[in-house]
């Protein structure tokens, strides 16, 4: 659940330390405060300066770095180290039927991802690496009167993060074999107090055993500060991302060393780490932070000691002026920095405040602040793991890294499911782009629940009541192990055993599937969106009109019967789902749950039959082997749709989509009887009218379609046989998921 520091509540005992910080740094000269927060962020100040190599600079310019990189690096305690998932007992792995493989839905069960690793874990240890200068946002944007926020807006702020997290790497790293080792970063979100940087260790140390170093940010700075509320696209976040990146390599490139000039714990990585496999994933604020790193990493926005100085003396100034501490809550640790400051009183009783340069640069020396890279070489990434992100403003123009998102079907903290609207509106990104994208429905997964840290329950959202489909919290990160970790095994690592998960091709393993044994395709609907090359897009219903609409992508007709009612709906640049607008005629009834921000166009009828048909223009298929489209069912919990193709010579095969896909049933059962032309009558609740839904891929084979040429095809038909419902659809489309097996090989360095 996101966690908010209460400004109320906190502005006493912030204030009463930033106070004292603020009177110890006056004119009048009592003694320094010592930090009332702990001593964990003063451990780099406490040490012994290392001699630094003599670099030519101005004051308000930021030294290149160089040498080793100082830092402190400690285990963390037993007592203190997270809980690690609880592995299931061995479970018989479903065995495939032995249908025509030309028309099975699957060709594989995928690998789980608890194999033993020939690699020995580290010791899972917190490191300090210094401190980086971060701008959340450029200026105020607060609101409330109450604490003369409105008085400041435009003001440049900013924020001094420590450079620390928990890290784990193979022991084989002091081989001197030549080694690399591909890295993996995880960034978590907004709650305050926990210490959430070890919540993904149940990832991280299995990671570790298969050859990957895995580095957990600690945010917790950023979090505390009030600033995060003005953060829209989470810059603070990205910025951190970037500067522990960049300290990495130089860690890298020279090594690291203690405070008194000794090899520190993590010069074992010294050349060690392989940036050309790299792959980053962040939870909730750090999901979105995520996307706000790729956007960055080719277009950098950096801090700058001007930068610092700005925020160091409209800080001082505040702290006299009002008592909103929250925004500088930070500071009380650098006394320093505020005795680089004096004050002086307007006439208006105003304090304003100014820095001397030389000073301010001694105390961003003492206490290892840096700057984040304004002009850096772009990262190499991998992959991109979102999960469960927020998206306060709408992110676009990702492209050239291969990206997932995970989002649960009952998060009840973000509420606005933005990670569906972060596929939709990079999915196809630019022309070009060569990566896929994939977007992922858990079905009963909460907010929380991906890391163990963050133990309490979010909001309980309608539909998701306890013994239906919520999942608990072991279940849960059971499922969230295979896909995270397989997701960055087969992107960043290369390893093609997971390659036809990840193709569509195989089915989730039994040993991560939420209870443990059986099958759970049901539960994790996976939607693949390929890269230019491997796609031929037939209707996106991107058009800006009904009429446009009525022709499709490859220049035939597209023809609705049947139905009652339809609308045709633009991509929304709207944080909640729910405000739906420019739905031309307009927005149909009983569509408001869907989660999607994607253009799509809404069906409704009332008799069995209802049909839409598209003119493909004796199409060819060359390098295809999928006809794919994504759907979300509304006023039943299932819909059956039936498909059919024509080739250039009139014939014609029709295949039932529930036999390809679980995106047609809106609670997590496998088809079974008569869904899902009939619903469980046990899923009838009143309640489930309002469960929350995602537009999801169905992915059928082209040789499925038995007995035409699909190598040439003139007209695709989608009939709806139930006797009523509702329908959204958009991304009718070809693509290539490689339908020949993969190798199963897991070659790592």
């Known amino acids: 659940m996101m966690q908010w520091m209460n400004p109320r509540a906190s502005r006493a005992c912030l204030f009463g330390a930033l106070l004292a910080a603020v009177t110890a740094c006056d004119d009048r000269g009592p003694e320094e405060p010592t930090s009332t927060f702990g001593t964990a962020a003063n451990q780099?100040?406490?040490?012994?300066?290392?001699?630094?190599p003599n670099v030519a600079a101005n004051p308000t310019e930021q030294p290149p770095a160089t040498g080793p990189v100082v830092g402190t690096v400690a285990p963390v305690p037993a007592a203190q180290l997270p809980e690690l998932i609880d592995k299931p007992l061995p479970v018989v792995p479903p065995v495939l039927s032995a249908a025509d493989t030309a028309t099975a839905r699957f060709l594989s069960v995928a690998p789980d991802t608890f194999d033993t690793g020939k690699y020995k874990s580290s010791?899972?240890?917190?490191?300090?690496?210094?401190?980086?200068?971060?701008?959340?946002?450029?200026?105020?944007?607060?609101?409330?009167?109450?604490?003369?926020?409105?008085?400041?807006?435009?003001?440049?702020?900013?924020?001094?993060?420590?450079?620390r997290g928990s890290i784990r790497y193979p022991e084989e790293v002091v081989k001197g074999d030549g080694a690399k080792y591909p890295l993996i970063v995880f960034l978590h979100g907004q709650h305050n107090g926990d210490v959430s940087h070890l919540g993904y260790d149940y990832l991280g140390k299995d990671l570790v055993t298969q050859g990957y170093v895995v580095v957990s940010i600690d945010a917790d700075t950023i979090n505390m500060s009030m600033q995060t509320g003005m953060d829209g696209a989470n810059r603070g976040r990205a910025?951190?991302?970037?500067?522990?990146?960049?300290?990495?390599?130089?860690?890298?490139?020279?090594?690291?060393?203690?405070?008194y000039g000794n090899p520190g714990i993590l010069n074992v990585?010294?050349?060690?780490?392989?940036?050309?496999?790299?792959?980053?994933?962040?939870?909730?604020?750090?999901?979105?932070?995520?996307?706000?790193?790729?956007?960055?990493?080719?277009?950098?926005?950096?801090?700058?000691?001007t930068d610092l100085k700005n925020y160091v003396a409209e800080a001082r100034a505040s702290l006299i002026n009002f008592s909103y501490t929250g925004y500088f809550h930070e500071m009380v640790n650098y006394p320093?920095?505020?005795?680089?400051?004096?004050?002086?009183?307007?006439?208006?009783?105003?304090?304003?405040?100014?820095?001397?340069?030389?000073?301010?640069?001694?105390?961003?020396?003492?206490?290892?602040?840096?700057?984040?890279?304004?002009?850096?070489?772009?990262?190499?990434?991998?992959?991109?793991?979102?999960?469960?992100?927020?998206?306060?403003?709408?992110?676009?123009?990702?492209?050239?890294?291969?990206?997932?998102?995970?989002?649960?079907?009952?998060?009840?903290?973000?509420?606005?499911?933005?990670?569906?609207?972060?596929?939709?509106?990079?999915?196809?990104?630019?022309?070009?782009d060569p990566s896929s994208h994939y977007q992922l429905w858990m079905r009963g997964a909460n907010h929380n629940f991906f890391s163990t840290e963050w133990r309490e329950r979010d909001t309980l959202r309608s539909g998701c009541a306890e013994n239906h489909i919520?999942?608990?919290?072991?279940?849960?990160?059971?499922?969230?192990?295979?896909?995270?970790?397989?997701?960055?095994?087969?992107?960043?690592?290369?390893?093609?055993?997971?390659?036809?998960?990840?193709?569509?091709?195989?089915?989730?393993?039994?040993?991560?599937?939420?209870?443990?044994?059986g099958t759970c395709d049901e539960s994790i609907v996976l939607s693949i969106q390929k890269s230019a090359k491997d796609r031929v897009v037939i209707q996106r219903f991107d058009q800006k009109t009904p009429e446009e609409a009525k022709t499709n992508r490859v220049g035939g007709a597209f023809v609705m019967t049947g139905f009652d009612k339809t609308a045709l709906c633009p991509l929304s640049m709207e944080q909640w789902y729910y405000r739906k607008g420019g739905c031309l005629p307009k927005a149909l009834t009983n569509f408001e749950y869907i989660g999607s921000a994607t253009e799509l166009l809404q069906v409704s009828w009332n008799a069995p039959g209802a049909k839409l048909t598209?003119?493909?223009?004796?199409?060819?298929?060359?390098?295809?082997?999928?006809?794919t489209f994504r759907v979300a069912v509304t006023e039943t919990v299932g819909q059956e749709i039936l498909v059919s193709l024509t080739d250039s010579n009139g014939k014609t095969a029709t295949v039932t989509a529930?036999?390809?896909?679980?995106?047609?049933?809106?609670?997590?059962?496998?088809?079974?009887?008569?869904?899902?032309?009939?619903?469980?009558?046990?899923?009838?609740?009143?309640?489930?009218?309002?469960?929350?839904?995602?537009?999801?891929?169905?992915?059928?084979?082209?040789?499925?379609?038995?007995?035409?040429?699909?190598?040439?095809?003139?007209?695709?038909?989608?009939?709806?046989p139930r006797e009523k419902g509702g329908l959204a659809i958009n991304d009718i489309e070809l693509q290539n998921f490689g339908r020949a097996p993969k190798p199963a090989t897991t070659a790592q360095n």
């Open 44 to 52: 780099l100040a406490q040490q012994p300066e290392i001699a630094q």
């Open 123 to 163: 010791l899972l240890f917190t490191y300090e690496l210094g401190r980086v200068f971060v701008q959340p946002a450029d200026s105020i944007e607060a609101k409330d009167p109450e604490y003369e926020l409105a008085k400041r807006k435009g003001i440049p702020f900013g924020l001094i993060a420590p450079i």
């Open 239 to 259: 910025q951190l991302m970037l500067a522990t990146l960049d300290k990495l390599r130089q860690v890298n490139e020279t090594g690291q060393v203690d405070g």
């Open 269 to 305: 990585l010294k050349g060690k780490l392989d940036f050309d496999r790299l792959g980053i994933m962040g939870h909730s604020r750090g999901g979105m932070a995520i996307g706000t790193t790729l956007l960055q990493n080719v277009a950098r926005k950096g801090t700058t000691f």
């Open 336 to 432: 320093d920095i505020f005795a680089a400051t004096t004050t002086t009183t307007n006439a208006d009783g105003k304090a304003t405040a100014t820095v001397d340069e030389a000073k301010l640069q001694a105390a961003a020396k003492k206490y290892g602040i840096g700057f984040v890279a304004g002009d850096a070489p772009p990262y190499k990434f991998k992959g991109a793991f979102l999960l469960a992100p927020t998206q306060t403003l709408p992110l676009m123009g990702i492209s050239d890294v291969p990206f997932a998102t995970l989002v649960g079907s009952c998060d009840g903290d973000v509420q606005s499911l933005s990670g569906l609207a972060f596929f939709d509106r990079n999915r196809y990104s630019v022309d070009k």
């Open 470 to 517: 919520l999942l608990n919290e072991k279940e849960q990160r059971r499922a969230a192990h295979f896909i995270i970790n397989s997701y960055m095994r087969y992107h960043v690592g290369g390893e093609q055993k997971f390659a036809n998960y990840w193709n569509g091709l195989a089915r989730f393993p039994s040993a991560n599937c939420p209870a443990g044994q």
């Open 614 to 627: 598209t003119d493909l223009k004796n199409l060819s298929t060359a390098g295809m082997d999928y006809l």
């Open 658 to 720: 529930s036999d390809y896909t679980d995106a047609l049933y809106d609670i997590p059962r496998p088809k079974a009887g008569m869904i899902p032309m009939v619903d469980n009558p046990a899923d009838l609740m009143p309640e489930m009218s309002s469960i929350y839904r995602a537009m999801n891929m169905v992915a059928i084979p082209l040789s499925a379609f038995k007995d035409i040429d699909t190598t040439k095809l003139s007209a695709l038909q989608l009939e709806m």
